[in-house]
């Protein structure tokens, strides 16, 4: 019975020395990604995103250009007689009543097919969507390897700490803030989903197709926004990382050795 318990224990012991050397190795490897991907990976993200901005697509692109046909035709207007009813339609025509008590038309099919998303915006969210998502993960790496090198609490000598801890709140204000613009995409896509509904339900009312137009100039000018901003977010975290990599790393200074 002893025998039994002792393996057990001993299988325990080595099971959890196990697991510990891994996690200590994965903060040794992220520790070393981390320092790769601010000392050499941040400039070249950097230099890509600036020739990126001055691509025809992002810099000499007008609202024009993003301008696409919906693909939904202004029915016939309706025939009135002369007490201002709207007369029925002949028995062999093809054509469907239309209501005049303005609730708008019952829309079962579009005559000239679907409605497509705007090409031109969305040739542009695809470029865009994966340089979120590396600033996300980027972000997130950084805010692991600043989180492994705070040291243990203690009284004083805490300088070095709070510029870590000032850091870590930057970088996780660039986390959320990259996190936030995938809403921002998303959101673009349901509110123009929502206002061409209303352009197939009232064809005849021409400020409904104007706000098509208007949101997707919005979104063309907020997805070269987007890609600014996450070029200069690159910058100022390469900038605070670089500036303070000596506290960052040692945050309290050993002054033991000098008194003695």
Known sequence: MSESTSTATTSASSSAEDNARKVQQYKDNLITRAEILIVKEFPERIVRLNALLETPQFSERCFR????????????????DGEGHAKRPRLNSNT???????????????????????????ELVCIVKPIIRSLVEDSNLLKMWISFMIPKIEDGNNFGVSIQEDTLAEIQSVETEAAAFFDQISRYFVSRA??????????????????????????????????????????SLHDIVIKNMEKLKKPRSSNAESLY
């Open 65 to 80: 250009d993003v301008y696409q046909d919906l693909n939904i035709p202004v029915p016939e207007p309706i025939v009135l």
């Open 96 to 122: 469907p009543p239309s209501p005049v008590d303005g609730n708008g038309t019952k829309v079962h099919a579009l005559p000239s097919g679907r409605v497509e998303c705007n090409k031109p915006i969305s």
């Open 194 to 235: 929502k206002v061409v509904s209303k352009v197939a339900k009232y064809p005849h009312i021409e400020d409904y197709r104007r706000a098509v137009a208007e949101l997707d100039e919005k979104e063309f000018l907020s997805l070269w926004l987007v890609l600014s901003e996450i070029r200069n977010r690159y910058c």
